[in-house]
């Protein structure tokens, strides 16, 4: 089974097209987690991996996947990416799929690093070794055209893993380079969009889509619906819900009429439920999985009942 298969059919499971973003400030980390640890790099990686391990064990069954965001790791340098490591590693043994969101675009040799390290194998000597093994997906950056994508779907082809490329995003400035218009009339997005079913033809699953997937922002719905019309092979990984502004409406006009065809991303509003007005006068500090998991729930919900509509 290839890897959008397995998503679909995790997010069927579930009933949830849901993706937890786990992007652990340290000021998201709850006291009662934070003392436990020293005030050091080693500490605090300590302090995340336990948070998330909590946030996971709270949502395994209900939430079909997460999404590191590598960069919240790579700050607290080696120990910080060993947090990262035993995240995605704990997230696996539930059961769950793990999106590696670190947006990696390169060429030639040094895009084919990237993929082997976290898609496919890296060689040594006369061996191959696995290194982030628990790894389904990764976000790449298609801005230096096919030569950055390429080694991605080679392995993606290999090793039955997926990409989601970068073609509109949710951040306010995105359209300062995404939506300017080519020769031909279409927009620098639309024209990504296009690429990545290309990129994708040979990878698609018994629900006729890609694992050569799309990053679209909840940000801007008009463009979602756009290119879930030009582009009906592709997957999409929808940031921008809830604190970023998007809205349930907004997201269900990038689904299909299976109510398939995209899984939403929520990070702060799941990561810090327990803080969130909604839910701190029923969750003391120590119940922060408790209040994720009622968000969670409360989410899929109005995600269902939007896409449904």
């Not at 059919?9 to 973003?21: A, D, L, S, Y």
């Not at 060689?123 to 950055?148: M, Q, W």
């Amino acid at each position: 089974m290839n890897a959008i298969d397995k998503l679909i059919e995790k997010i069927k499971e579930t009933n949830n097209p849901t993706v937890m973003g786990l992007d652990p400030r340290y000021d998201m980390i709850p006291e009662v987690v934070r003392k436990k640890y020293s005030n050091d790099l080693e500490g605090i990686s300590k302090a995340i991996l336990e948070y998330n391990k909590e946030l996971i064990d709270n949502t395994y069954d209900i939430i079909p996947a997460i999404k590191p965001q590598l960069a919240f790791y790579e700050m607290f340098g080696i120990e910080g990416m060993k947090a990262f490591k035993e995240t995605c590693k704990y997230a696996k043994e539930k059961g769950m799929i793990v999106i590696a969101d670190a947006k990696r675009g390169d060429i030639g040799s040094t895009a084919k690093g990237y993929s082997n390290a976290y898609l496919g194998q890296t060689p040594i000597a006369e061996e191959k070794i696995s290194v982030f093994d628990n790894i389904d997906f990764i976000t790449v950056n298609p801005y230096l055209g096919v030569d950055s994508i390429k080694p991605f779907v080679e392995d993606c082809a290999e090793y039955g893993k997926g990409i989601f490329v970068l073609v509109k995003t949710s951040n306010p400035s995105s359209g300062e380079l995404q939506d300017l218009k080519l020769e031909n009339g279409e927009t620098v997005y639309e024209h990504v969009a296009n690429l990545v079913e290309e990129w994708g033809e040979e990878l698609r699953g018994k629900y006729g889509y890609s694992s050569v997937s799309a990053v679209v922002g909840a940000t801007y719905p008009q463009q979602l619906k756009e290119i879930r019309e030009k582009a009906p092979h592709t997957y999409f990984l929808i940031p921008g819900y809830g604190a970023q502004g998007g809205k349930a409406d907004d997201i269900a006009l990038g689904f299909d009429e299976n109510g398939l065809g995209g899984i939403v991303n929520a990070s702060r509003s799941l990561m810090c439920a327990y803080k969130s007005d909604k839910w701190k006068e029923k969750f003391n500090e120590k119940e922060y999985g408790k209040a994720t998991r009622t968000e969670a729930l409360e989410m899929r919900e109005i995600l269902n009942n939007a896409i449904n509509k």
